[in-house]
């Protein structure tokens, strides 16, 4: 991989903001740094928007609004579609933008492309089948009609640490249903919304209807979005917290709104597990994106019987990996987001040692020769972690993999529900009556059964409890950005 392969590729993304189908800087001339998080240097300067350009943004996806809803789902269907070829012509331009800037190994940040894209081929063949009824009424009287109409302009805010896969879940079925739409990536990782901005561009959307801006100021250029009585609309994919802020500031305009929230995965192992199919789930649901995922295992809670067994072949597996720049041949462990989340993953597992977990590799931040201010973690492993640790109740959001040994299936259970997030559980059983045992009893959006990874276009992606609202994916998608409308006729 050559410095000025990626010097020409960073140099062709755009650095403006895109507002009404224009390329413009911040109405102030400000820009931001973004940065490598394997080195700590800035990679590019983009603009760096204010209020009045979330403004000029919001009015370009108003105005856009009628013409786009009412073009036919053919056609919105046939834009989509242009868009997922264009990826599939770009995607290796798309896979190391994702790694300069987020810092996920190459060949990780390829299966996102290929994931991400599948929204967009997904809702190109949802547009054409959103559907109503027709029908008499019980007393005869009447005929009724029940119909879906697109929401109305929407605003999108997505996370650093899947930069495609995150926009294009929102974005497709938003243009699959006949909204237009406002998007706001993260600070750390804006230039992959930016580059697929363009892709929109070159098939053909029309003006307008999809918006970015890029801001360090989000709270201050995103509250006069979401108070606008234009906007109908919002979908945040983020922290708790943070979700939670916006939430309120939604309920302003009754927006209608979908939350992705944070998650604290548990990860169950039972006696009667196939231990080959559970380490190779732990190390796919632990250890992709660094351990920056939402759907992360957090927690896993493994029958003591063979606790000790998962726990070295775990270890064994962490020790081969090879840590550095994703861009390298063979890396699996990249850096982390920035240096507050280095620091997050020390104080975690300094906590669970000092109340007495016990460390079997790991639990060092990394240094890589020749990389500058990286800001690496190590893979770590760390078992027989106590009730009441941190570790426990916290999204790691790092390359840690805690151990909970546990008795009986009910314990299990109990530890497993013992937390205010509900996304994604993870089950490793043979027993098919266990199994559907879990699903009943497992408070979670989401449930990887002898899998470690369960995401797919095609299914609703969304979680219970606090970690959030709504469906992305999957039929349910689409409805997320549909509204109803009931009409009673007189009978002919
Ligand atoms: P974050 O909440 O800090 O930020 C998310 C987005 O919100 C970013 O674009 C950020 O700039 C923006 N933001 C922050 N404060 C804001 C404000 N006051 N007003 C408007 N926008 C604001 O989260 P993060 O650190 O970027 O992402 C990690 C979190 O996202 C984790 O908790 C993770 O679990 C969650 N996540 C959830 C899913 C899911 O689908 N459930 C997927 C990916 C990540």
């Given amino acids: 991989m050559t410095a000025d392969r990626e010097a020409e590729l960073l140099a062709s993304v755009p650095d403006g903001l895109f507002i009404g189908g224009e390329w413009r800087p911040a109405a102030s001339?400000?820009?931001?740094?973004?940065?490598d998080?394997?080195?700590g240097r800035v990679v590019k300067k983009?603009?760096?928007?204010?209020?009045?350009?979330?403004?000029?943004?919001?009015?370009?996806a108003a105005d856009a609004f009628p013409a786009w809803a009412a073009t036919p789902a053919r056609q919105r269907a046939e834009i989509l579609r242009r868009a997922f070829d264009l990826l599939q012509e770009r995607k290796e331009d798309f896979a190391l933008l994702m790694t300069i800037e987020m810092g996920k190994p190459l060949a990780e940040a390829r299966g996102e492309v290929a994931y991400g894209g599948e929204f967009l081929r997904w809702f190109s063949e949802e547009t054409a089948r959103i559907q109503g009824r027709y029908g008499a009424n019980p007393e005869g009287t009447g005929r009724m009609i029940v119909s879906q109409h697109p929401v109305g302009p929407c605003f999108l805010i997505t996370p650093w640490n899947f930069p495609l896969a995150m926009a294009t879940r929102k974005i497709a079925p938003a243009l699959a249903a006949g909204c237009t739409v406002v998007i706001k990536p993260a600070e750390l990782t804006p230039l992959t919304t930016l580059f697929f901005a363009k892709l929109l561009e070159d098939?053909?959307?029309?003006?307008?209807?999809?918006?970015?801006f890029t801001t360090s100021t989000s709270g201050a250029v995103s509250e006069p979005?979401?108070?606008?009585?234009?906007?109908?609309?919002?979908?945040?994919?983020?922290?708790?917290?943070?979700?939670?802020?916006?939430?309120?500031?939604?309920?302003?305009?009754?927006?209608?709104?979908?939350?992705?929230?944070?998650g604290n995965a548990p990860f169950v192992v039972f006696d009667d597990a196939d231990l080959d199919k559970a380490v190779d789930?732990?190390?796919?649901?632990?250890?992709?994106?660094?351990?920056?995922?939402?759907?992360?295992?957090?927690?896993?809670?493994?029958?003591?019987?063979?606790a000790d067994e998962f726990a070295s072949r775990v270890t064994e597996r962490v020790k081969a990996f090879t840590m550095g720049r994703g861009t390298e041949e063979g890396v699996v462990i990249g850096p982390l987001i920035d240096d507050r989340a280095v620091v997050k993953a020390?104080?975690?597992?300094?906590?669970?040692?000092?109340?007495?977990a016990t460390l079997l590799a790991g639990g060092q931040r990394g240094v890589i020769d020749g990389l500058g201010d990286g800001t690496f973690y190590e893979a770590t492993v760390l078992t027989d972690v106590q009730a009441g640790s941190n570790i426990l109740r916290e999204e790691i959001f790092g390359p840690v993999l805690a151990i909970v040994p546990f008795d009986t299936e009910d314990e299990a259970v109990a530890i497993a529900n013992d937390t205010e997030?509900?996304?994604?559980?993870?089950?490793?059983?043979?027993?098919?009556?266990?199994?559907?045992?879990?699903?009943?009893?497992?408070?979670?959006?989401?449930?990887?059964?002898?899998?470690?990874?369960?995401?797919?276009?095609?299914?609703?992606?969304?979680?219970?409890?606090?970690?959030?609202?709504?469906?992305?994916?999957?039929?349910?998608?689409i409805h997320e950005y549909l509204q109803t409308k009931y009409t009673l006729t007189a009978s002919p």
């Fill in 29 to 35: 001339g400000n820009s931001l740094r973004v940065f």
């Fill in 37 to 39: 998080p394997s080195t």
């Fill in 46 to 60: 983009i603009a760096d928007a204010g209020p009045e350009d979330g403004k000029a943004a919001m009015d370009a």
């Fill in 203 to 212: 098939a053909g959307l029309p003006k307008g209807v999809v918006n970015v």
């Fill in 225 to 262: 979005i979401i108070r606008d009585p234009r906007l109908r609309k919002l979908s945040f994919t983020g922290s708790t917290p943070v979700g939670q802020k916006l939430l309120e500031q939604a309920s302003h305009g009754v927006l209608r709104t979908s939350m992705e929230l944070g």
């Fill in 281 to 306: 789930g732990a190390m796919l649901a632990k250890f992709r994106n660094i351990g920056q995922a939402c759907t992360a295992a957090n927690r896993f809670i493994v029958h003591r019987s063979v």
């Fill in 346 to 356: 020390e104080e975690l597992v300094t906590d669970a040692v000092t109340r007495g």
């Fill in 421 to 477: 997030y509900g996304l994604v559980s993870y089950v490793f059983t043979e027993s098919l009556s266990r199994g559907q045992r879990m699903i009943d009893k497992l408070e979670t959006g989401m449930m990887g059964l002898n899998v470690g990874v369960v995401s797919n276009a095609a299914a609703p992606f969304g979680g219970w409890k606090m970690s959030g609202l709504g469906r992305e994916g999957g039929a349910e998608g």
